[in-house]
């Protein structure tokens, strides 16, 4: 998905959450956060707390705050995909993430 349409579905981070990123000296997004997936993707969504580290999955009844690499997918002119590593749906890829996927190389 070189410019398609995001899910956006939108979530707030927990207190525990938030908790738990402080506890561990992350400064991640501010707490309402939404789906980076392609819209009509599955039933779980992701979003990047921290970017490029942790990322918050959640579906109905189920949150998971986790750390995941980023997805290695790479476009043909060099750009990263901005999703983590495994996700459903097409690849996401962004000028604004470029640098940050240089820096893995």
């Given at each position: 998905?070189?410019?398609?349409?995001?899910?956006?579905?939108?979530?707030?981070?927990?207190?525990?959450?938030?908790?738990?990123?402080?506890?561990?000296?992350?400064?991640?997004?501010?707490?309402?956060l939404y789906c980076a997936l392609e819209a009509g993707h599955g039933h779980e969504h992701v979003a990047p707390v921290v970017v490029g580290e942790w990322w918050l999955r959640w579906w109905p009844g189920r949150r998971v705050l986790e750390s995941r690499a980023e997805c290695e997918a790479v476009s043909e002119t060099g750009v990263?995909?901005?999703?983590?590593?495994?996700?459903?749906?097409?690849?996401?890829?962004t000028p604004a993430d470029a640098a940050r996927h240089a820096e893995r190389r």
């Open positions: 998905m070189a410019e398609g349409v995001l899910c956006r579905e939108s979530v707030e981070l927990s207190g525990r959450e938030r908790s738990v990123l402080r506890s561990m000296a992350l400064r991640g997004t501010g707490s309402e990263g995909c901005s999703g983590p590593g495994g996700h459903e749906g097409g690849h996401r890829f």
